[in-house]
């Protein structure tokens, strides 16, 4: 088993749709959970950021994290064919030494049609 | 404000040879983080460097290493290529105690 599971679609959807990207993962030590954006052919933006459970909202964004189910969600409100892009869920725990490595999910492959 | 930035953009190289990737981070930033995303996958994690230490090493054969500079630059540098090391390699840059990294553009290197 992977330590996070994402599904890489790719999913497709009308503009001003809601969209919903998951991962789970698997590492119970994980605590910081993250959300980039990756535009073909570069390196990925930082969207979302959240510790431990709860929900962060900015903007059209939201970012939920249940650590009893292992389990984060990213939702796109209002979406825009400007946010087609490839999303990556990413997390974190604090390692011996100090390390701060991410793990990635694979992505998701999202494109918004006008 | 600059972000991270790296070079070259692009890279080919034949199998056998040796690579240098540069990595510049986020002004104040101290730490240094190198990943490999290959077509399809999500970034893996090679290298992280703090205060020019090593701080932490991804599952990467010891054809992989890394350093730091004192203005907390770094270089990735891959030994012996081999097809498969044909890759995105991407930089990030993060606070001393920051979870947050903030990656830089990539280098897409092709191994023929």
């Known amino acids: 088993q992977k330590e996070v599971e994402q599904d890489p679609g790719p999913l497709s959807v009308p503009e001003g749709a809601i969209v919903s990207l998951n991962c789970t993962y698997s590492?119970?030590?994980?605590?910081?959970f993250m959300w980039y954006r990756q535009y073909s052919r570069k390196g990925p933006e930082l969207l979302m950021y959240?510790?431990?459970?709860g929900n962060k909202e900015d903007g059209r964004f939201t970012a939920q994290v249940d650590k009893s189910s292992k389990y984060i969600s990213l939702f796109i409100r209002d979406s825009q064919p400007s946010d087609s892009a490839t999303y990556l869920c990413?997390?974190?725990?604090?390692?011996?030494?100090?390390?701060?490595?991410?793990?990635f999910g694979k992505g998701t492959k999202l494109t918004v049609n006008p | 404000d600059a972000g991270v930035t790296q070079s070259p953009t692009h890279l080919i190289k034949t199998r056998g040879q040796q690579v240098t990737l540069r990595c510049s981070p986020i002004?104040?930033?101290?730490?240094v983080s190198w990943y490999q995303q290959v077509l399809g996958q999500g970034p893996q994690f090679i290298f992280q460097?703090?205060?020019?230490?090593?701080?932490g090493r991804g599952n990467f054969p010891d054809r992989f290493s890394a350093r730091q500079f004192p203005n907390y630059s770094s270089e990735l540098n891959v030994n012996a290529l081999l097809l498969g090391d044909s890759a995105l390699y991407l930089c990030?840059?993060?606070?001393?105690?920051?979870?947050?990294?903030?990656f830089g553009p990539g280098t897409r290197l092709l191994v023929l």
């Open positions: 990030a840059s993060s606070l001393p105690r920051g979870e947050t990294q903030y």
């Open positions: 590492n119970s030590a994980f605590q910081y």
């Open positions: 959240t510790y431990s459970s």
């Open positions: 990413a997390m974190s725990a604090q390692e011996s030494g100090g390390s701060e490595k991410l793990v």
């Open positions: 002004s104040g930033h101290k730490s």
């Open positions: 460097y703090y205060e020019k230490e090593e701080r």
